[in-house]
């Protein structure tokens, strides 16, 4: 029987339940509509091969400590170099996960007397940052620069005088619709401050060699940049871009960086090569964008909005009717998982369909023909 104790976390496990919000781990099952692995690269025999080479040379599974005490190895700061050359940037800094890397971003850069702005649906790391901050902290509508804009005036108006610093993402990893990029550094420019940029679905599908969605603007001074390893890139981490000073303020004062044990150095290692595999092999960023036209082409024909990018969300509003059909999906064989509340607003659950070279053009079509099959189903 369980003790009182206990009970709490029971009680509140049951509402959950109670309200189609209860989750639990699932084992991987059927055709992958489900990862962010875009490009295929998680399983390539071109980092398995890098990773082999990197033990043959003697390099450690595991760093053994903060990056500021015995943690730092040359595989870090060989990654970081080569990051920052391939990102055109003046500095790069590795952190273990894209989660902790944008919660370091909000909770150390913005000062007090600083404003941050930040987007409506921006993910829950940079959410949990802003707790930390002692900025003042304002929400904008969803990919409206102008929005942004209007709550940059209405501080100042107020008498603010710091700086103001603009949190978005490049690419929104539930609804795969892309932030006005252009429009938000020229107002951070004109406003002499600094884009906050998550282009963790972003990096290595989109930009010049896969640099991003903010590539054009990296190496601006206003532009500090999050790169997720652990979605097209196939590794894990996260490599935070940005101007040299930016960069050397996170070593000094970002918490989540210098209270954690450095990430594995033979995982840098592979980051190095997922990067080469970027820039030499633009033939994945052609072929994923194949599936993606196909799939936008499927999608309307079911009179389904289309993203226009990898991540393509069927909305259906009741939490249980995204279960009903994710479950009607992998039954069938295909790994398409449901998204409810809160990670996506009330009345907005959907099945995410992430396209992936994990796949091939006949398993879309037969996907998105599931789909309308099933969407008849659910709304009888």
Known sequence: MTGARLRRFEAALETLGAKGRRRALEGRSGRDFASNDYLGLAASPRLAGAVREAIERGVPVGAAGSRLLRGNHPEHEALEAEAAAFFRCERALYFGAGFSANVALAATLPQRGDLVVHDELIHASVRDGLRLTRAEVASAAHNDAGAVADA??????????????????????????????????????????FLLLDEAHATGVFGASGRGLGEPFEGHEAVIATHTCGKALGCSGALVTGPAPAIDFLINRARPFIYATAPSPLMASAVREALRIVADEPERRAALGGLVALASDRLERLGLPDSGTQIQPVVLGPAAHAVALARRLRAAGFDCRAIRPPTVPEGTSRLRISLTLNVDAPTVDALIGAIGEGLLEVAA
């Open 152 to 193: 940059i005036a209405g501080w100042r108006a107020r008498g603010g005088t710091g700086t103001p610093f603009i949190a978005v993402e490049s690419l929104y990893s539930m609804d795969g619709d892309c932030a006005p990029v252009a429009d938000l550094v020229a107002l951070a420019e004109r406003h002499d401050g």
